[in-house]
């Protein structure tokens, strides 16, 4: 859109409660706002609060500070937050009106003016100069964007803009963080997306979009299909050329618009052959190919002048998606009981650009607060990439924009939805207007997202799938704005007569499981169909982050803090995982063997997870680990913590989803290399060798091997072995060209995980562990290490050289950067590897990049090793 001005500086902020005058005052120049809160939008009200010092701490996240904020709703059996109302003596109660003032000149004022909201929640009643441009009954629903044709109400020199924000409650269509986190008090009410004005001419454009219709047999050639509807804001007809500019190829058209009327203009290539692309550079997840990107200009010309003018970023792609024939057990889950059914079901596949791939990915979730930050964006999208994933998921929080721009670059795929578990999912206690709000949220939003080729499926439901007639709607609201986008009815295997199955489960575990766990066929959460999401947890962060969560008296297992920063409902402890250790690795030393121990717990199960999804492709077609990242410092879901530093766990997922990746079965002792890239691997060795805790080796075994594109083969089955302690090791190396590809290391136990027969929710117990206690008595071991810093743009580069000169092996050897300074740890640090292990002599490089914002003087490293 042409002049677009960002309203985002220098707003007021007030509570009703406060004031005495209403908006057709508070809205003009005759009003002063004395002892107003000065804040940039986008915010909430607590947001705004907090950086205006109104309370005795900056950091509302640190130990128990949230419980201390007025209007803190208290812990009722620590359920979801957003399903209690307000406590009376909130101040969140009331309204908050949100000022600003901004100036235009006179040739401003002469264009059609308009003024965008991105985002409010819940509910506003907005004022321009005196006047009520739209009120409460119309401004409602955190997800829809709103456009209002303001000339009328402008004028030269300086403008008021106000806003009565109203919170939203436990019955709307709210934002909803459901069991992983409370919430603020506001319940995150305010102006949490950008406002702008803008001025065009006679003619508005609106919403361009370009749909691809790529050749998938050969690539060589693209249809582009380009849509955008006009307004004309006059009391008379209009005509005007439409002019189009895709890199050096051009289109126009005239069209007539007639006084006050919207139109959709359409250009193809039947009308078009030039938009018919020869060769066309075609975008590709980042582990397939290149994320290539194209942009559009478009504007339209009236009376010789440019009216409105927009460009767009745009990527060709194909994708869809279908369920396969590759049958499993349809599993649900209604009120915590597993429901299972003797029908089979298919797995849903996707299929980008002719090739169906394997997602792995993991959850995403914005600051609990919805704090937003360009810089944040950019360190999630890096670790998802890091990680060697290739799939994000947005359930109910959709991210800005600015985030979709990354994945299209950096070529991440997306899935969004609906939230579960929130009003979102109550319809039977949908009021009046409900169903308009949620049909014009997902418009809104899918006019918002429907130009990113990293926007791959949506979900409309989560838990469950909405009843037939919101459904409906639904799919009317999808089929007029995206009907090629590939769309399921929840992220669940519940049916719909509308939809047919889906294709997908959502089944958990949701906390601890043996890696064994993933291979067991028939178990709820085996690797089978498409898991939308799941996770064994174990997510604790390292010792270094709890320091900067909790205070030093809050800093043991099961202090209120402690438990605090856990999660809600069946999540408000970490008992289990205290058992699990003692049970499988025996009793730690102290508070921060146990905080190490935990690191070790959480890579060994969620590199399983990753690795048997992989193994059982095209059975399993895709996982969604439960989390990648947290909304606040957390104990619990989350590959990375609140500050960015990632855990065991993260370095077990990133092992797992290797793009060329060496692998062991928990089931059947069988060695797999997993090819996800597109190049055939044709001169594979692997190597296998399994020792003895004393290094006594037992098994080697080397062997050629080819894998297909995309594609997977099985290396060997390993014999039955005799004498084996009991810990032993299995190191797995594969080289190409005499090049280490991956290395992978498994510690392993002569007794088995048993599993209890009845899966349950969240998780299926264990009759007994297996033991891995041994590994406590591993001799000390005597690391050398050296590294190097590089300066590399905006950022270091650091190379880590380790060589164990011991006899014995290094076990889960960690490297952590400090600054020398603050000696605070360094983060993010997007290392190629860590948490790793050598063998007596062995020599490994690790390399590491960082941010040189992310230090203030020199980075030290520390290597942090069980027995080092």
Known sequence: MSNKIPLNKEWKMQSSEKLSKF??????????????????????????????????????????????????????????????????????????????????????VKKETWIAFDGINYSANIWLNGKRIAGSDYVIGTYRRYDFHVSHFVTPGKNILALEVFSPNPDDLGISFVDWNPLPPDDNMGIWQLVYLYTTGPVALKFPFVRS??????????????????????????????????????????????????????????EFPQLRIKNPRVWWPHQLGSPELYKLDLKIIVDEKVSDWDEITFGIRDIKSYINEYSSSKLTIKSHEILKSDQKVGSRVFTINGHDILLRGAGWTPDMMLNQSDEQDYIDVSFLKNLNMNTVRFEGKLATDNFWDICDREGILVHAGWVCCSHWEKWDNWKTGDIKIAEESLRSQILRLRNHPSFTAWFYGSDFPPPEHIERVYLKVLEETYNELPRVSSATAYPTKLAGETGVKMTGPYTYVPPSYW????????????????????????????????????????????????????????????????????EPKNFEDFI??????????????????ARNYPKATGVIGWMLNSAWPSLIWQLYDY?????????????????????????????????????????ITAN???????LEERFSQSKKIEVKANDKSKVLIIPELNGLSSVYFLSLIIEENSTIVSRNLY?????????????????????????????????????????????????????????????????FLRLILFDEKTQQFVAPVYWDDNCISLLPSEKVEIKGVFPKKAISSKAILKVDGWNC
């Open 596 to 613: 190490k121990t935990t690191q070790i717990l959480g890579y060994e199960c969620w590199r399983a997870m990753y690795e048997a999804h």
């Open 213 to 270: 219709k790529l050749n998938i047999e050969s690539l060589e050639e693209a249809e582009l299909i380009i849509t955008a509807e006009f307004h004309n804001t006059q009391k008379e007809r209009v005509i005007g050329v439409v002019k189009g500019e895709i890199e050096k190829i051009f289109f126009q058209k005239e069209v007539i618009l007639d006084s006050n009327v919207k139109k959709t203009i359409v250009f193809s290539p039947k």
């Open 23 to 108: 908006g057709e005052v508070i809205s003009t120049t005759d009003f002063i706002p004395e002892d107003w809160y000065t804040v940039d939008v986008p915010t909430t009200v607590i947001n705004g609060l907090i950086i205006n010092d109104e309370y005795d701490f900056k950091d509302p996240y640190f130990g128990l500070n949230l419980k201390s904020l007025p209007g803190y709703k208290a812990d009722v059996k620590r359920q979801n937050y957003e399903s209690r109302y307000k406590p009376e003596d909130s101040p969140f109660r009331r309204s908050w009106w949100f000022r600003k003032e901004f100036s235009l000149e006179e040739d401003q």
């Open 519 to 586: 291979y067991t066929e028939g178990r709820i959460g085996a690797a089978e169909n498409f898991n939308t999401e799941t996770g064994p947890d174990v997510c604790i962060p390292p010792y270094e982050s709890l320091k900067r969560m909790l205070p030093e008296f809050q800093l043991y297992i099961g202090s209120e803090g402690w438990n605090y920063h856990a999660g809600l409902g069946a999540f408000t402890s970490t008992k289990l995982i205290e058992e699990t250790i003692t049970k499988r690795y025996g």
């Open 688 to 694: 296998v060798k399994i020792f003895n805790i004393n």
């Open 643 to 683: 500050y960015n530093n990632p855990n065991g766990a993260f370095f077990g997922s990133k092992k797992a989803c290797e793009p060329v990746h060496v692998q062991y079965s928990y089931d059947d002792d069988s060695i797999w290399i997993i090819n996800s890239t597109l190049d055939p691997k044709e001169n």
């Open 747 to 811: 510690w392993l136990s002569t007794t088995k995980d048993i599993l209890e027969e009845k899966d349950k929710w969240p998780y299926t117990p264990l009759k007994s562990h297996a033991d891995l206690s041994a590994i406590r008595s591993l001799p000390n071991v005597e690391i050398n290490s050296t590294y190097n810093i590089i300066e590399s743009g905006q950022n270091y580069e650091i190379t880590v050289v380790l060589i164990n000169s011991s006899k014995h092996l290094a076990f």
